[in-house]
């Protein structure tokens, strides 16, 4: 009788269980398994514990649901299916086929950032830019990589015709950049030193 | 499911210079290890929207390096604006992680 006085006295008045209660404690062992397991807080009373424990499990039910359901990116659309069949050309002078390239105007207009000598060749960070009015895609290219195209870019007019990413290289290798921009192709190039290769 | 991606946009007068930090493996397919040769897994595109509206709309290869960082800059951004990064890789696994621009 007393464990159930006791029970019932801790409930109504919230406080931390007495220590002699050890049927209590043994009772709602399994919130002490849950607060191990980082879903609830420790020394909780149970109610509140019950309480959280459902929230927390609501909320990831919910979230499940949203993204099982593509609720978490409505009206997203990928613009262009993947160029597999550039991106799979295994020489530069295939690539500029692919991607219908003929005619290729070196410009001034494009900047390309990059270190001469790459400290290392599984991250040779390159930044471009172009200067050119209506810049629409930038191709970047490493021709001596397994597989020269690196990236596309399609900028909107949203956008500047700016991109800085890190790469990686294969070996010593000029990095082209070249810019689409109303119909015709621009490029500039820049050679970066490779010392050890980085793909793998 | 990835981790978060790391994205900051500061704005520098009507542009928002923009830096993001994906998380991912991108494997080239021809690393070894002990237990064989890692699959090809890397992320082959990745779109950038400033309020919902395209702005860059880019295409990768498995030559990008592990951890993609990108950076871009979006025009005529304000204070409040949201940038939403959404990535898509060669498994069909998504991720897409949003901010606001804070002046």
């Known amino acids: 009788m007393r464990p159930v006085l006791d029970c019932l006295r801790w409930r109504t008045q919230c406080t931390t269980p007495p220590a002699a209660a050890t049927e209590i404690r043994l009772h709602y062992a399994h919130y002490d398994m849950l607060s191990t397991l980082s879903l609830l807080e420790p ?58 390239i003929s005619n290729l105007i070196e410009s001034r207009d494009i900047t390309i950032t990059a270190p001469d000598i790459a400290e290392n060749s599984a991250l040779v960070a390159v930044a471009i830019n172009s200067k050119i009015p209506n810049s629409q895609t930038l191709y970047l290219i490493a021709e001596k990589n397994p597989f020269p195209l690196v990236s596309r870019f399609d900028f909107s007019a949203g956008a500047e015709a700016y991109a800085s990413v890190r790469i990686k290289m294969g070996q010593t290798s000029t990095v082209r950049a070249i810019i689409k921009a109303d119909d015709k192709y621009y490029t500039a190039a820049r050679e970066i030193k490779i010392t050890v290769g980085g793909c793998g | 499911m990835s981790e978060a991606m ?11 210079d923009v830096r993001i930090l994906m998380r991912h493996p991108m494997e080239t397919g021809t690393r070894k290890t002990a237990t064989g040769i890692v699959p090809l897994h890397f992320i082959q595109s990745v779109i950038v929207q400033h309020n919902g509206k395209t702005v860059l709309d880019s295409q990768w290869s498995q030559a990008i390096s592990r951890d993609p960082f990108l950076g871009l800059r979006i025009k005529n951004a304000r204070a409040g604006d949201k940038i939403t990064v959404n990535w898509l890789d060669n498994t069909g696994d998504k991720r897409s992680d949003e901010v606001t621009i804070n002046g």
């Open chain 2, 6 to 16: 790391k994205i900051s946009a500061r704005l520098q007068g009507d542009t928002a």
């Open chain 1, 43 to 100: 020394d909780m009373n149970p109610t509140a514990a019950r309480r959280q424990f459902l929230n927390r499990i609501s909320h990831w039910v919910a979230l499940g649901l949203a993204s099982t359901s593509g609720l978490v990116k409505v009206g997203l659309a990928w613009a262009a299916p993947w160029d597999k069949a550039t991106f799979e050309t295994k020489a530069y002078a295939d690539t500029l086929k692919s991607l219908q």
